[in-house]
């Protein structure tokens, strides 16, 4: 089966560094996707990682390891509004999103 | 960037009446669309893969008699939930891609908050 895992919750100090993981199995793989999801309300996109290495974009940053099957979101110089969900998800070889169940962000003062 | 609108974002029903939701891609056009649904502390559930001219791919378990879907333009896909009863009460929420190959990010519409009385 397809599967997706990421921690349920997580817990970091505002103006901390936060490291969220996201281990994939799937039929295949066509590019691994990080989500930001504020409570009630959609989905935003944050990166798109299909090659192995570091993307960074400003305060957030994404790896992909695709021979461990292996991701993760690199938050810097957190905020408070950065308390939110974190979706991992996976496009596998037919091309289908594969979700994952959401990390939960919380940041405390 | 690209913007997908979707409508109305807030609807309250009575039970048995059904209800339409609308999709709509502002600025490129949408081959596929995705109906998502969405539960209180849950990840996102892929209900419907909705394809432009012809009928949606339903995923096991969703009730394609009651979760109509039609998309009958390249910009617009609309998702009626039939006969609505409480338990579809809940987060809807659509997605439109720029190419139908997976390569490029979702855009989500700001979701419709269902709730059936």
């Known amino acids: 089966g397809q599967n997706i895992d990421q921690p349920t919750e997580m817990t970091a100090t505002e103006g901390a560094i936060v490291q969220i993981n996201c281990t994939y199995q799937?039929?295949?793989?066509?590019?691994l996707f990080w989500y930001q999801q504020h409570a009630g309300e959609a989905p935003t996109f944050l990166s798109y990682n299909v090659l192995d290495g570091l993307e960074e974009k400003g305060r957030f940053s994404s790896f992909l390891s695709r021979s461990k099957g292996y991701s993760y979101l690199l938050l810097k110089e957190l905020q408070m509004k950065d308390s939110a969900s974190y979706l991992c998800a996976v496009t596998d070889s037919n091309y289908q999103l594969i979700w994952g169940a959401g990390t939960k962000l919380i940041i405390k003062p | 960037g690209a913007v997908v609108s979707q409508h109305p974002s807030r609807v309250i029903c009575k039970s048995g009446t059904s209800v339409k939701i609308e999709c709509r891609s502002l600025?490129?056009?949408?081959?596929?669309m995705f109906w998502y649904r969405q539960f209180p502390k849950k990840s996102l559930m892929l209900m419907a893969t909705?394809?432009?001219?012809?009928?949606?791919?339903?995923e096991q378990g969703v009730e394609k008699d009651k979760f109509l879907i039609n998309h009958a333009s390249l910009t617009l896909s609309t998702l009626t939930v039939t006969s609505a009863h409480p338990e579809d009460s809940s987060f809807y929420i659509c997605?439109?891609?720029?190419?139908?190959?997976?390569?490029?990010?979702?855009?989500f519409g700001n979701g419709t908050r269902l709730t059936v009385t």
């Open positions: 909705s394809n432009e001219g012809s009928k949606a791919t339903y």
């Open positions: 997605s439109a891609s720029e190419d139908d190959r997976g390569s490029s990010p979702l855009h």
């Open positions: 600025d490129f056009q949408a081959t596929t």
């Open positions: 799937t039929s295949g793989f066509n590019g």
